[in-house]
């Protein structure tokens, strides 16, 4: 009887060790963690901001460095092909132990993309509210973003038009924001096609459009910087 319970807890551990690795690597919890450690060691930063994010984050830094090299004190934390199931994986590591003043939120399309499994809008947007739970109970403030538009997935080619489930959702971030005094990022609106069907090619690196170029990762940072700079400068509540 001994030999059975042991049996069975060591079962039991092997089985806890097995699904806390498969978590780390589902969320690549390793790919920033010296970056992290890099900045765990500096002096504390009230102008602190972190991007957690996709690839249209992770491409951010890429596609127009310069950006990050004028705002030092903004973060990119995105990984590439990831879901918000992912992101709040991930999100004590790569946010909350930063200590940011503000975490700007932008995720989603993977999941309407079926990165990792079936989508279900309530599953998502519940990812997105635990996130911002997360940070409110560690006084982050919080940005919620919109996912940009795209009238199809090249790694998904057999999806149906994505835009009706991208409108949906963004339009319940927004009402969530709106309902909790948070303030929302409108990606969406100025990279739209003039028919609003998708992502403006104009503004994107891939066909069907999904990823932004330079350009619009310019359009995004006029959308995001006025919004920062108010955070960062009003008086503390």
């Not at 079962?11 to 097995?18: D, E, M, N, R, T």
């Not at 503000?102 to 309530?122: K, M, Q, R």
């Not at 999904?210 to 008086?235: A, F, K, W």
Request: net charge negative; proline share 7%; with cysteine.
């Amino acid at each position: 009887m001994k030999q059975l319970f042991l049996g069975a807890m060591l079962c039991a551990a092997s089985l806890a060790v097995s699904a806390q690795t498969n978590s780390l690597n589902l969320a690549n919890i390793a790919r920033y963690s010296e970056a992290n450690k890099a900045v765990k060691a500096l002096p504390a930063d009230s102008q602190r901001v972190v991007l957690m994010g996709n690839s249209i984050t992770d491409h951010w830094p890429v596609r127009h460095p310069e950006f990050f090299e004028e705002h030092s004190s903004i973060i990119g934390r995105g990984i590439s092909g990831q879901t918000t199931t992912q992101f709040l994986l991930r999100f004590r590591s790569d946010v909350l132990e930063l200590k940011p003043a503000i975490v700007v939120i932008n995720g989603a399309i993977n999941d309407i993309a079926l990165n990792t499994g079936p989508y279900d809008e309530d599953f998502t947007f519940g990812n997105i509210v635990s996130m911002v739970e997360l940070a409110q109970a560690n006084g982050i403030t919080i940005v919620l973003a919109s996912c940009l538009p795209a009238a199809g997935f090249s790694w998904r080619p057999d999806l149906p038009d994505p835009m009706p489930v991208i409108r949906s959702l963004n339009a319940r971030i927004k009402a969530y924001a709106e309902a909790n005094s948070l303030d929302y990022l409108d990606y969406f609106t100025p990279m739209l096609t003039p028919d609003g069907s998708g992502l403006n090619p104009a503004y994107a690196t891939d066909t069907p459009a999904v990823h932004p170029n330079r350009d619009g990762y310019l359009v995004m940072e006029s959308v995001l910087m006025p919004v920062i700079d108010r955070l960062l400068t009003q008086p503390s509540k």
